[in-house]
């Protein structure tokens, strides 16, 4: 593309040449962040070992490694993906090496109130780096330190006005990670006595219905213990608000399994707080009815199908779900209910609700009536693409019943990653098609 002349002994390049070099530079900068993301989807496609995941890699890394940092955010955002496995998009990240993104970026982001849904990823990715000695490594000290400082510069920001349900639940992610690294032993240091500062200046004006607002007053009282138990009923009550999710956990297992099945007062108590305004308490309360899935199915099962149905949460849609299952016996009369949300044309469902949702109607199957799955199987084929997890589930529990969904299912692997390849060739479609070969 560059012409060479002679001149005087010598080699120069012709205007024409350079015009045309300059231009193909500006390309790919700009064509670089969609690269970035095809070659992160071609690793995540390629087979394990495989030449072309080595040959894949090595051209990601040589474009990360020529890449300006100015151009960085751009590519790792590009690389998320809001359908991922967990751990996929930290892995992402990961790929760009040390304190891979400027600070300036993570502020302008999350400034944003305007932001992109895979700019929030991004937000939540590069703050979940900060959980654990273990998976911090990606980020310096420095950095971590930047991290809480321009999350408690935005909180004051945002303290007393009106703050958007999707924006609560970016800061309980962001503020979750961060305490999960300075909670505790480390409130003495100048960065988590700020973040403390500005927690306590959102809660203090927070306005009625903000779920963010609520958490915080029982996150800075935990934050006092090193060690938090719930070894009594009080503070396994108390930790269904704590920010680790392991910490709510163990609550949950002690209620379910001590307190719920031996005192109908605690389970009051428990049932009570199914209207916490926290997503992550309202979550753990309906866990612990999984764990004490004999309390009365009366009372748990039509409150179980309200939150799947009803509550704006997704981390206590996801609850919901798992106690259906646990109690499928009990909850299989609720499929013409479950049905009827699906195809209610008012209704617009997240992604999200419409899999757990399937997930729970794929545990109906064998007690369903044939017209029940086969509203099952024309629901599960309407949103595969939108909700695989729920979708595949439906299929493969009807088994030979789904047979005519099998070029949908195969049109659908061919555009996905070898970890869902997987699902479809050892579980899917042998359990549609027992007696023929799986390959597509």
């Not at 213990?225 to 297992?253: E, I, M, N, Y």
């Not at 299912?409 to 070969?437: G, S």
Request: hydrophobic share 45%; with cysteine; charged share 25%.
């Amino acid at each position: 593309m560059m012409r060479e002349d002679a001149i005087s002994g010598g080699w120069a390049v012709s205007l024409t040449g350079l015009v045309l070099v300059l231009a193909g530079a500006a390309t790919l900068w700009a064509d670089e962040a969609d690269t970035a993301a095809d070659l992160w989807s071609r690793m995540r496609r390629a087979e394990v070992a495989s030449a072309e995941l080595k040959a894949v890699q090595r051209k990601l890394a040589a474009l990360i490694d020529a890449m300006p940092v100015t151009k960085r955010t751009a590519a790792a955002t590009a690389m998320m993906d809001r359908r991922a496995e967990r751990g996929v998009n930290a892995e992402a990240m990961r790929s760009f090496g040390a304190d891979p993104l400027p600070i300036t970026d993570i502020q302008r982001i999350l400034w944003d109130s305007g932001r992109s849904y895979p700019q929030r990823l991004l937000l939540k990715t590069y703050y979940s780096l900060c959980r654990g000695k273990d998976r911090a490594s990606a980020l310096s000290e420095t950095t971590r330190r930047q991290l809480v400082d321009v999350l408690a510069e935005r909180l004051d920001n945002l303290a007393g006005t009106k703050v958007a349900y999707g924006e609560q639940r970016l800061l309980t992610h962001l503020c979750s990670s961060l305490l999960s690294r300075c909670g505790g032993g480390a409130r003495g240091s100048p960065q988590a006595r700020g973040l403390i500062k500005s927690l306590e200046k959102y809660a203090e004006k927070a306005r009625k219905g903000d779920g963010f607002g609520a958490a915080i007053p029982a996150w800075l009282d935990l934050a006092k213990s090193k060690d938090v138990t719930a070894d009594t009923f009080g503070k396994a009550v108390q930790a269904l608000g704590h920010w680790d999710p392991l910490v709510r956990l163990r609550a949950v297992c002690r209620l379910g399994e001590r307190d719920v099945p031996a005192d109908d007062r605690a389970a009051q108590v428990v049932l009570a707080l199914l209207s916490d305004p926290r997503d992550e308490v309202r979550a753990g309360a309906a866990q612990v009815f999984a764990v004490a899935k004999d309390y009365r199915p009366n009372v748990v099962v039509p409150k179980m199908v309200e939150l799947l149905t009803r509550d704006r949460g997704v981390v206590v849609q996801a609850a919901a779900e798992e106690v259906l299952i646990a109690r499928r016996d009990q909850a299989a009369g609720q499929i013409d209910a479950l049905l009827a949300v699906m195809k209610d044309p008012t209704r617009r469902l997240g992604a999200r609700r419409t899999s757990h949702i399937l997930l729970v109607l794929s545990k109906f199957v064998g007690v369903a009536k044939l017209p029940q799955k086969e509203s099952m199987l024309v629901l599960a084929a309407r949103n595969l693409t939108r909700s695989p997890d729920g979708s595949l589930a439906v299929m493969q529990a009807l088994g030979p019943q789904a047979a005519r969904a099998v070029p949908s299912i195969r049109e659908y692997r061919a555009t996905v990653d070898r970890l869902r390849r997987a699902q479809i060739d050892r579980h899917v479609l042998p359990a549609i098609l027992p007696n023929a070969p799986v390959a597509p």
